[in-house]
């Protein structure tokens, strides 16, 4: 299964173009992600939609906004005009999240979140009063990072 999750910034805005018989349309746009450390350079990668996601794209997002991009990974192969050829991974686009609104376009949205509050029950093996469950803070940009402080291990 050829699955990708990426967390990027636009640094290019996205160009739409159309098949050859003018019925597809297809959305290019070029992000960019931090290396691995702190002293690797960024990579910048092409992200490719189709379709009625290609529209979305074009519309709703531009360069300097940050996002998730789920997709497949893909490797080109580009005839240069040095004369050798050149690979290039490309990321097709089924999903995209923009991390600052928290706003999703494609694919089908099949999750849900759970908001409760209510204590959890109490262990078999103890005779305490069950404790109300610590829920984390949300973000600034509309994520939240868990506490799993209170996981019983």
Not at 14 to 22: A, L, M, N, V, W
Not at 24 to 44: C, H, K, N, W, Y
Not at 146 to 153: A, H, R, V
Request: glycine fraction near 8%; charge should be negative.
């Amino acid at each position: 299964m050829n699955s990708c999750i990426l967390m990027a910034e636009v640094i290019k805005n996205p160009e739409i173009r159309y098949t050859q018989d003018g019925q597809m349309p297809i959305t290019e746009m070029l992000v960019q992600f931090a290396g691995l450390r702190a002293e690797d350079p960024s990579e910048t990668l092409k992200v490719v939609g189709w379709g009625n996601l290609a529209q979305q794209i074009q519309e709703q997002f531009h360069e300097g906004d940050r996002v998730v991009i789920e997709g497949r990974l893909g490797m080109n192969t580009i005839d240069r005009p040095e004369g050798f050829k050149e690979k290039r991974a490309e990321l097709t686009a089924t999903r995209i999240h923009n991390v600052a609104t928290t706003e999703s376009i494609g694919g089908t949205d099949s999750s849900s979140s759970s908001s409760s509050t209510s204590p959890r029950p109490a262990s078999p093996k103890t005779t305490a009063a069950p404790r109300a469950q610590k829920q984390p803070e949300p973000a600034a940009t509309g994520s939240f990072e868990p506490s799993y402080d209170d996981i019983p291990f």
